[in-house]
T-cell receptor
Framework: LAKTTQPISMDSYEGQEVNITCSHN???????ITWYQQFPSQGPRFIIQ???TKVTNEVASLFIPADRKSSTLSLPRVSLSDTAVYYC?????????FGAGTRLAVHP | GAVVSQHPSRVICKSGTSVKIECRSL??????MFWYRQFPKKSLMLMAT?????????EQGVEKDKFLINHASLTLSTLTVTSAHPEDSSFYIC???????????????FGSGTRLTVV
């Protein structure tokens, strides 16, 4: 599975929209783009999955350009409880491979 | 929703002993379960994929004789760390793919993890 690259950390304030970008230049045709959230000392929690274009659910939106070499997770109106590490593992060949993740800190 | 339970949540063992970690899918059946380990401030590293009734598939560099995986039922997978040493101290996390879930869906449910400390 292709390697993913994300910013190490990001800061935001309550009520703002946060966009976290993930780079996956060598993504394969059968790879799916997923995003997970992880709090300290807990397992990751699935947020959203996409293959191409835009996907939206009740908590986030995922934007994927036509070349699929990157993706952007958009969190609308973040709150303090959104402070966590966000990962964009690629899913393929029946497994998920995690990259380094982005540590998001939301401030009052 | 789908729930995966891990037990124990924390364990301390002496160097040279073995430790077993259980991963249970509480309200669904899981033909496939995955085991990861995570060091402090680091990402999750996939160790192995376990399929019910068959041998686990280990990732490159993971010692299969040291990390024994058993997936004897559709709701239970176990990871046994044999002859544990301090360098095995880590956060071990399992995840499960519900039986019948589309192969192209990677929204897996993860357990809450087991923190292993070897002294």
């Amino acid at each position: 599975l292709a390697k993913t690259t994300q910013p190490i950390s990001m800061d935001s304030y309550e009520g703002q929209e946060v966009n976290i970008t993930c780079s996956h230049n060598n993504i394969a045709t059968n790879d799916y783009i997923t995003w997970y959230q992880q709090f300290p000392s807990q397992g990751p929690r699935f947020i959203i999955q996409g293959y191409k274009t835009k996907v939206t659910n009740e908590v986030a939106s995922l934007f994927i350009p036509a070349d699929r070499k990157s993706s952007t997770l958009s969190l609308p109106r973040v709150s303090l409880s959104d402070t966590a590490v966000y990962y964009c593992p690629l899913g393929g060949y029946n497994k998920l491979i995690f990259g380094a993740g982005t540590r998001l800190a939301v401030h009052p | 929703g789908a729930v995966v339970s891990q037990h124990p949540s924390r364990v301390i063992c002496k160097s040279g002993t073995s430790v077993k970690i259980e991963c249970r899918s509480l309200d669904f059946q899981a033909t496939t379960m995955f085991w990861y380990r995570q060091f402090p401030k680091k990402s999750l590293m996939l160790m192995a994929t376990s399929n019910e009734g068959s041998k686990a598939t280990y990732e490159q560099g993971v010692e299969k004789d040291k990390f024994l995986i058993n997936h004897a039922s559709l709701t239970l997978s176990t990871l046994t760390v044999t002859s544990a040493h301090p360098e095995d101290s880590s956060f071990y996390i399992c995840s499960a793919r519900p039986t019948g879930q589309p192969i192209t869906f990677y929204g897996y449910t993860f357990g809450s993890g087991t923190r292993l400390t070897v002294v």
